[in-house]
């Protein structure tokens, strides 16, 4: 459908996505409204985007949203919810503002955060993105220890916690933690929050707690809000490094949480019943890995980086308990090598004629049988008592090994490709589909010419060789080698979409230059392995 772009549209007209000036629009004006307690604001803004400049994705926006907002409300909380999200629980508001304001101390609650759940998951999680048994045990778990991770969405913050604050108890360190203090000049101000006299003001009335006592002409305010949304506002200031959102990696929400708590902070989860709000999950495979691979990424560029949780904790006020969970969460990626080599070992051993695990009537066998049910039988108690299905613990098994050996490992590599300084990582936005098929594919996976399915499609084709060679040659009397046999038929059931996308066509077939790319890569470890 086209638009008549006139009147206060006019701007929109001939604007490119990624080349524009600043738009501000006044949706609805609460003065005008002449109702005092009714809806705030409601304004639309569009930050300036030029080629030459850096935008820092969703990092980039939020800080733009801050000043803005901070300029025309400066109200002491923020809520942060995605594009993609609704408000699920209209009660979510209070539940939040209980957590904020009742606790004695307010370091206690830096920022609460809601788990993030999805109103069109599909049945049974086929994609293994839907979190619900992980926001469970592991959401409360870190809540116990009062360091939940900041999400990206569903978050409300202090306004003076994103401003670089600290905890009003900590006294003196504040200044050996963040530049933002109580005694700042007006010349520090400037480096810090830029050169916007009106943002410097709010900022300073936010800090202290007070009140906002911006005029209340808002025309005035919105021409004072475009110069803190150019894109050339950030330069020389703290933003993005000491204030604000943090920059310098993909998964800039865990990184901006990291560098509260190591302030001091601690932060709350909120889990109501309705559920507080709800998104749209990713759909099919080559969305939700990319997702997989922007988050191992981003995970990975933390903890190598100067702000990792291990130099948070000597250098600032993280405590060594919020340092391993943040640890935990960190090593995503650094697990598709372990795992890849843990895929692979079944294959080698059958190539090669040689073996990892004890024969059949050894009795050293039962160690790792009792290891994989008991396994097995906690991940599905854990499954069971959240109310999921069994097929739904199945899927999220089988996503975990496509995830870490696909998605986790392209994401390695980036980092290391970044380390090695031979190309910089990419930020991928994750495409949400939220159209409605009916033709009973939708929890199908898909695939693309992307390289990121290469390493699961390599594993898929060396496991079958190697199944080929060895039961062509296997003595079924002596039982030897059939623990390797049964591993690599494992990994095949786990690769069950792989196997399914090899002799599919569309969307749902695996393409031929990935199936050569794979045959050559399982062609090349067959005969290096047989030379070995």
């Given at each position: 459908m086209e638009w008549d772009l006139i009147g206060d549209f006019a701007i929109f007209s001939n604007m490119e996505h990624k080349n524009?000036?600043?738009?501000?629009?006044v949706i609805r004006d609460q003065?005008?409204?002449?109702?005092?307690?009714?809806?705030?604001?409601?304004?639309?803004?569009?930050?300036?985007?030029?080629?030459?400049?850096p935008h820092r994705y969703k990092a980039g926006a939020m800080n733009v949203l801050t000043r803005v907002s901070g300029l025309i409300t400066n109200a002491p909380f923020m809520l942060n919810v995605d594009c993609d999200m609704f408000v699920n629980n209209p009660q979510i508001f209070l539940h939040a503002m209980c957590l904020l304001l009742g606790s004695k101390n307010e370091r206690e609650s830096g920022f609460v955060q809601c788990p993030q759940y999805f109103y069109d998951g599909l049945k049974d999680d086929p994609f293994g993105n839907q979190f619900v048994v992980g926001h469970k045990y592991m959401g409360r778990g870190v809540a116990g220890i009062q360091v939940p991770f900041y999400e990206g969405t569903g978050c409300f913050h202090r306004r003076k916690v994103i401003y670089g604050s600290c905890p009003d108890d900590i006294g003196n360190q504040a200044k050996r933690l963040t530049p933002v203090h109580g005694?700042?000049?007006?010349?520090?101000?400037?480096?810090?929050?830029?050169?916007?006299?009106?943002?410097?003001?709010?900022?300073?009335?936010?800090?202290?707690?007070?009140?906002?006592?911006?005029?209340?002409?808002?025309?005035?305010?919105?021409?004072a809000a475009h110069q803190v949304a150019g894109c050339g506002y950030e330069y020389g200031t703290s933003w993005g490094t000491e204030v604000g959102w943090q920059y310098g990696t993909a998964t800039e929400d865990v990184l901006t949480g990291l560098m509260i708590h190591g302030r001091g902070w601690r932060s709350l989860f909120c889990t109501p019943d309705p559920r507080a709000f709800l998104g749209c999950a990713p759909r099919g495979g080559p969305i939700s890995m990319a997702q997989q691979?922007?988050?191992?990424?981003g995970l990975l560029e933390i903890l190598?980086?100067?702000?990792?949780p291990i130099v948070t904790t000597v250098t600032a006020r993280l405590q060594l308990r919020h340092c391993l969970a943040y640890l935990s969460l960190l090593t995503w990626g650094l697990r598709s090598i372990p795992e890849l080599c843990y895929a692979v070992l079944p294959a080698y051993c059958t190539i090669t004629d040689s073996s990892f695990?004890?024969?059949?009537?050894?009795?050293?066998?039962?160690?790792?049988?009792?290891?994989?049910?008991?396994?097995?039988?906690?991940?599905l108690i854990e499954y069971h008592e959240t109310g999921l299905s069994i097929r739904a613990w199945w899927n999220n098994q089988r996503m975990a090994r496509i995830n870490a050996m696909n998605a986790w490992l392209c994401g390695f590599i980036s980092v290391i490709l970044k380390v090695f300084r031979i190309s910089d990582t990419v930020f991928e936005v994750t495409?949400?589909?939220?159209?409605?098929?009916?033709?009973g594919d939708e929890g199908r996976f898909t695939f693309d010419a992307s390289l990121i399915f290469v390493p699961g499609t390599t594993v898929l084709l060396l496991q079958l060789t190697a199944l080929i060679m060895g039961f062509r040659g296997m003595q079924l009397s002596d039982g030897s080698?059939?623990?390797?046999?049964?591993?690599?038929?494992?990994?095949?059931?786990?690769?069950?979409?792989?196997?399914?996308?090899?002799?599919?066509?569309?969307?749902?077939?695996?393409?031929?230059?990935?199936?050569?790319?794979?045959?050559?890569l399982a062609l090349c470890f067959v005969l290096l392995a047989k030379r070995a």
């Open positions: 524009h000036p600043t738009i501000i629009k003065n005008e409204a002449g109702l005092s307690e009714a809806l705030p604001h409601l304004i639309y803004v569009s930050r300036e985007k030029r080629p030459e400049h005694d700042l000049s007006y010349e520090e101000q400037l480096r810090i929050f830029g050169d916007s006299k009106e943002f410097i003001r709010s900022a300073a009335y936010a800090l202290q707690g007070k009140e906002n006592i911006s005029p209340k002409n808002l025309p005035n305010l919105v021409e691979k922007r988050w191992a990424t190598i980086g100067r702000r990792s695990l004890p024969e059949v009537h050894e009795p050293a066998i039962y160690i790792y049988m009792a290891l994989f049910l008991s396994y097995v039988i906690y991940t495409q949400k589909d939220q159209s409605s098929s009916n033709d080698g059939l623990g390797e046999r049964l591993c690599s038929i494992m990994v095949v059931i786990c690769f069950w979409p792989f196997l399914k996308g090899l002799f599919a066509k569309g969307k749902y077939g695996i393409p031929l230059s990935t199936i050569f790319k794979s045959a050559f």
